[in-house]
């Protein structure tokens, strides 16, 4: 594979590599130099790519090793599932008496989820929930896509997206969307 | 005769209806189950708006142009 031919099968795949780097290391120095290093490990790996399989995952696998190679060990606090139902935003909501059925109230409660709610929320994530989830969110992946880039099973994509999500809501709501969407 | 899912079964396919990846036999039976359950139908439309609005949050920054510029210059100069 020549540098143009790599050149048009990569460039789709930095917007989404970047955000998922960003989202991953929380620094845009550090996810700019995650993406710069990768791309260059994939050009010099591009012979081990088999045509005919997913470039995305392949390249994202390389990614996610890149992000890995620079992380520094995170002492964040981190959400249990066990306190983590589902649904659990609608759920709290629902018994703090926020209304979300009328004209379009639940605004009081999405006006909240911001970036940077999303960043603090995600850095709180067990990694495994933490990878998968960024990579759904960032990525328009399919389970096929994640099972491929973290090299986990079909199942094991669902769950943890499954309690990712949950983790995720409930680490969003401890930070203060109750009190933000009531008292505005 | 398709089974009647419970509200807490249906909460737990959500994610899976969400994403389209039940079986057609889970979708038709969340679909009844939503069709006829006023709160699950409530749930599931937050549910949603919930999950696009974190998605769009994640989404918010592009990556540099000079960034993708300066990596395409990479491949072509190593």
Known sequence: MDASEFERLITPELPAAYRYALRLTRSREDASDVIQEASLSAFRARNQFELGTSFRAWFFKIVTNHVYQRARKRTVDQVSIEDAPDAYIYRQARGAGIPLDSEDPSQAVLGQVTLEAVDKALASLPDEYREASTLYFVGDMS???????????????????????????????DQGLAGEAIHG | MDKILSCQETIVLLQGFVDRDLTPEESEQVHAHLDHCPPCREAFVFEGKILRRIKDAMMAESIPDDLMQKIIGMIHNS
Request: proline share 3%; aromatic share 10%; charged share 30%.
């Open chain 1, 143 to 173: 389970y096929e896509d994640i099972s491929q880039i973290l090299e986990i099973p079909l199942g094991t994509v669902r769950s943890r997206l499954y309690r990712g999500r949950r983790l995720l809501q409930k680490a969003l709501w």
